[in-house]
């Protein structure tokens, strides 16, 4: 659900930091850049001085290859001080997968958030070979169409084990509404909602920088979706809900540090085109719905663009939580089609 790319943000940096190289985005404040073998093929880190040694926000997806690049940060531009503190912004693994290298291998402590890490922490324990019967479930109450549903439910599935350092016993827990001191500077602690639950962000007191994960980023809309752990959840509220309070602190001036892309300025406007980019596709949905379809039968109207296997499961997610939310609105009905597919409709 991209929309409105560039319109009015500004970027400072064209370019990001080449591989093992990092960026000041300012004083204290170092920017780099980790590969995901993905479609989105990069997650941005970063590392905060605080004197005698550093905090670390994200560390990318747990492999060889970017611990490998992490050494090679450390002992570059980081100058071999030591990683005292590391903070998980939320609990994907592309932003938490070395967090518990750091702990053991590097002796940091692990701040973050009580639900990111539970959920991290809760998912490691989650070694499937083949996909649960409530995951099939879940498939077919969305619809997904069966030559996809048939070759999945014959796959080992993602693990998230498989790309996450082991996570060591223990943790410092960061709240909405405290303050964190590093990089030189007094950071506001808020949480978000949506995409992924109690996810961090950090906004300077002392200067413009916002380091915002994924709640916050230009040019692609964070994904927002339904998983079978929890098939009527309704995260688009929470999503709306922390767009709005974000958006009423976003200033002009502000220099968004996100997850992903670059970082970027423009903040007021880009609050107000996260927002309206999924009113704009709930609206187009309510129409699509004046007939009856199945979540995965809401592409069309949802991302105005054809959707490849590659981001079906991205895509089928996303379209789960935008019927769930007009669902829970009480602007669609329901009905199960024999195949188990739930059908939503507007209500007249
Ligand atoms: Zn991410």
Sequence with gaps: MDGNRGAVLRYPWDTPPPRGEMIAVAEGVLWARLPLPMKLDHVNVYALDDGDSWTVIDTGMGSGLTRDLWERLLAGPMAG????????????????????????EKGAELLSTRTAWLFARMLMLDDQDAPPEETLAFWRSAGMAPEILNKRAGEKPFNYADIVYPMPLGFRRICEGETLTMGGRTWDIFTGNGHAPEHATFWSRDDNLVIAGDQILPSISPNIGVYATEPEADPLQGWLESCERFRAMAREDHLVLGGHKLPFTGLPIRMRQLIENHHGALDR????????????????????????????GL???????????????????????KDGAWLYQRRE
């Design 81 to 104: 001080k030591p990683v005292r503190r590391v903070i998980m912004t939320h609990h994907h693994p592309d932003h938490m997968g070395n967090a518990g290298w750091f702990q053991r």
């Design 285 to 312: 949905l309510l129409r699509h719905l004046a007939a009856p379809h199945s979540a995965a039968e809401c592409f069309a109207p949802l991302f105005k663009r054809t959707i490849g296997e590659a981001e079906y």
């Design 315 to 337: 895509a089928l997610v996303e379209a789960v939580a935008h019927v769930n939310h007009l669902y829970a609105k009480g602007l669609v009905s329901r009905t199960r089609r």
